[in-house]
């Protein structure tokens, strides 16, 4: 039985002093692991969703490096999200294990990186051209008489909301065709997804009939997978 070095993530410095989020995940993997299994070394990291900075994720893939252990994570759906994250981890090639998503393996990180990148490169592109055809109507952009300070926040909030559910839908998509190859059923599929933290756009749970429908909907080419 391999030995595991454990990775966790909390987005507050409070969350981290409190143990809100923290504990749950450590329970969740104290519950994942075999009688004969262990822990070998914990890292937690207290970061914001804005910044990119990892060091105790790369402190924890050099451990694993060197110890020979397997890198396992409480919570694949929210880090599937983080692009630096799955870069991180594509680079350095560690044998990884999630407990929310068990049957994901390193291909599988490669399509939800990739989903992540191109996602990034849209919400980028889409921002830019709305900006550009609001200039273009007349508006003057970034007045800041225009909105109060709890406008804008609402509004950021927002924004960050409405690309996390594009992103997440993006990826469980991704998911189901890559599933669906490995021959399970659509009710199977459903049963993952769901269990792993995907939810629809409207935020129910998947059904058969919701992933059939993504499986079979139009197939945009994924950076480096075509």
Not at 2 to 22: E, F, I, K, N, W
């Given at each position: 039985?391999?030995?595991?070095?454990?990775?966790?993530?909390?987005?507050?410095?409070?969350?981290?002093?409190?143990?809100?989020?923290?504990?749950?995940?450590?329970?969740?993997?104290?519950?994942?692991l075999a009688?004969?299994?262990?822990?070998?070394?914990?890292?937690?990291?207290?970061?914001?969703?804005?910044?990119?900075?990892?060091?105790?994720?790369?402190?924890?893939?050099?451990?694993?490096?060197?110890?020979?252990?397997?890198?396992?994570?409480?919570?694949?759906?929210?880090?599937?999200?983080?692009?630096?994250?799955?870069?991180?981890?594509?680079?350095?090639?560690?044998?990884?294990?999630?407990?929310?998503?068990?049957?994901?393996?390193?291909?599988?990180?490669?399509?939800?990186?990739?989903?992540?990148?191109?996602?990034?490169?849209?919400?980028?592109?889409?921002?830019?051209?709305?900006?550009?055809?609001?200039?273009?109507?007349g508006h003057?952009?970034?007045?800041?008489?225009n909105l109060?300070?709890?406008?804008?926040?609402?509004?950021?909030?927002?924004?960050?909301?409405?690309?996390?559910?594009?992103?997440?839908?993006?990826?469980?998509?991704?998911?189901?065709?890559?599933?669906?190859?490995?021959?399970?059923?659509?009710?199977?599929?459903?049963?993952?997804?769901?269990?792993?933290?995907?939810?629809?756009?409207?935020?129910?749970?998947?059904?058969?009939?919701?992933?059939?429908?993504?499986?079979?909907?139009?197939?945009?080419?994924?950076?480096?997978?075509?």
């Amino acid at each position: 039985m391999p030995d595991y070095v454990a990775y966790y993530r909390v987005s507050t410095a409070r969350q981290g002093l409190s143990g809100l989020g923290l504990e749950a995940q450590q329970a969740a993997v104290r519950t994942f692991l075999a009688p004969s299994e262990q822990i070998v070394a914990e890292f937690i990291e207290v970061e914001s969703g804005r910044k990119n900075s990892r060091p105790q994720l790369q402190a924890a893939m050099q451990a694993a490096k060197e110890v020979g252990a397997v890198l396992l994570v409480a919570k694949l759906d929210r880090l599937a999200r983080n692009l630096a994250f799955l870069s991180a981890l594509m680079e350095s090639r560690v044998r990884f294990k999630a407990v929310d998503m068990p049957a994901a393996d390193e291909f599988t990180i490669h399509v939800l990186g990739a989903v992540a990148e191109k996602e990034a490169k849209a919400i980028s592109t889409r921002t830019k051209d709305a900006l550009a055809a609001k200039k273009a109507r007349g508006h003057q952009l970034g007045t800041p008489a225009n909105l109060t300070a709890a406008a804008r926040a609402k509004g950021q909030v927002q924004r960050q909301a409405n690309a996390q559910t594009s992103l997440a839908n993006r990826q469980a998509a991704e998911l189901a065709r890559l599933y669906r190859s490995l021959q399970w059923d659509y009710r199977r599929i459903a049963a993952q997804l769901t269990a792993s933290g995907y939810r629809t756009r409207r935020g129910c749970a998947f059904t058969a009939a919701g992933v059939r429908r993504l499986v079979l909907r139009k197939q945009e080419p994924v950076g480096g997978l075509r």
